[in-house]
């Protein structure tokens, strides 16, 4: 993003509490539980929301892991990802804004599919990697590097989504590659 596309995003006064003006439900899933509710860095919020949620899904993660993939987060991934487009549109629509910051869901998508990427039994034995996760994410979500602000021109709900679950590619690719590559040249 350029300076100016930056300033005309986010140097906007935002609406205090402007997720009132939608329904509970479509305020308890879009903003995680109420984690995009922070008045500062709400997807920062989100994020950290839920990687924490992450590590006691590892536990039931474990049973699923394919090698160096995770079929567990992959589908929780993309179940948030097609659950709350629904959701994030009335909530767009309710409010009169598109992609408020207090809008988390996609963060939580986020931080799911890069979790994808790593076997659940690394998180449980090495908590560390939810850390890195975490800040891969947020830098591919704030920077939106490599197409993935190409992503939020997607029509409503969908760009929401889609910028953030590519951010966790991305994050989940870098995160795998840093992992390996270690262990490799280690051998």
């Not at 924490?52 to 567990?72: E, S």
């Not at 931080?111 to 990427?117: E, H, M, Q, S």
């Amino acid at each position: 993003m350029n300076r100016e596309e930056l300033k005309e995003k986010y140097g906007k006064k935002r609406v205090p509490h402007e997720w009132r003006k939608t329904d509970k439900v479509s305020t308890l899933i879009t903003t995680f539980f109420g984690s995009g509710m922070s008045p500062k860095a709400p997807g920062t919020m989100g994020s950290l929301a839920a990687a924490v949620v992450a590590y006691p899904m590892a536990i039931f993660a474990k049973h699923f892991d394919c090698g160096l993939f995770n079929l567990f987060f992959l589908a929780a991934a993309l179940i948030v990802f097609f659950a709350a487009i629904p959701f994030v549109k009335k909530a767009m629509k309710d409010t009169g804004t598109e992609d408020p910051g207090w809008i988390v869901i996609d963060e939580v998508c986020g931080i799911f599919i890069a979790l994808a990427f790593i076997p659940a039994e690394t998180i449980l034995t090495a908590p560390w990697v939810l850390a890195i996760a975490f800040g891969l994410f947020r830098f591919f979500d704030i920077l939106k590097p490599l197409g993935i602000h190409k992503m939020e021109k997607l029509p409503g709900a969908w760009g929401v989504m889609a910028d953030d679950l590519l951010g966790g590619i991305y994050a989940g690719l870098v995160l795998v590659i840093g992992l390996v590559a270690p262990a490799v040249f280690l051998m």
